[in-house]
């Protein structure tokens, strides 16, 4: 058969197996990528970098997608229709709850839909959640590692300047009323691919979770606890998804006899 080469992503069908891990920075594919076997770069086009290696003998990729949902979903598409399956975002999140601290793991449960990607996949009322199945792998590696870790709902934003100063834009009484709403209603951390990442996932058939690390406290969303811990904390993310990913190859093994 012959190969078909990605429009984006710079891969072809066949290039990538099952399990992909999916973190925003190119950079941070280089990272992810080093606790593979015999790591190889394949693509690297736009905002879309990738290698492939192997993850206890099974053959595994890393695909960074950008920011925001609409780069995600042209990554998440065109990794599927090469044979992915099974795909874990890696990446940062910024807390609103005082549940969610500097350092910990976030495994989101849910994610509000302040986005407009999803609705290009399922009507508003479809609820934007993980597969249950990858959530508790990753829950799971984060509580064997040592990390502290929160389930609860994530507020996926499209923009990221509405939410880190919403009082400059002309929309800001309804921006913040939203704001306000969903932590009053539980929402214990903010993020920018989680709502479209689990809503393709559903529309497609496929598993998708996400795990990720605070890189701020509640309520201080400064340039410097968004951007200088994360040097330091990023690497916790990255453990958590590849033990949660070792986890799910264990069990898909048995599945099969």
Sequence with gaps: ??????????????????????????????KIARYFENPQEIAY?????????TLDGEPVAVTSTGVGGPS???????????GADTMMRVGSCASVSPKVSMGDIVVPGGAVR???????????EFPAVPSFELMKALEEAARE?????????T????????QTAPETKPVAEELIYRWNAYVRGGATNTSMECAPLFLIGASLGIRT???????????AYDEQSRTQPLKNLEDRAIQVAIAGMRKIIRQDRAAMG
């Design 145 to 153: 590692l040592g990390f502290p870790c929160d389930t609860g709902v």
């Design 114 to 124: 302040m986005e407009g990607v999803g609705c290009h996949y399922l009507p508003m």
């Design 1 to 30: 058969m012959e190969k078909k080469k990605m429009m984006h992503i710079g891969i072809s069908t066949g290039d990538v197996g099952r399990y992909v891990f999916l973190p925003g920075s190119p950079e941070r594919t280089e």
């Design 209 to 219: 979770a996400s795990v990720m690390v605070s890189a701020t406290n509640c309520k």
């Design 72 to 82: 995600a979903a042209i990554a998440v598409e065109e990794l599927f229709q090469c």
């Design 45 to 53: 086009n736009r905002e879309f970098r990738t290698w492939v290696g």
């Design 155 to 162: 507020i996926t934003k499209a923009s990221f300047y509405s």
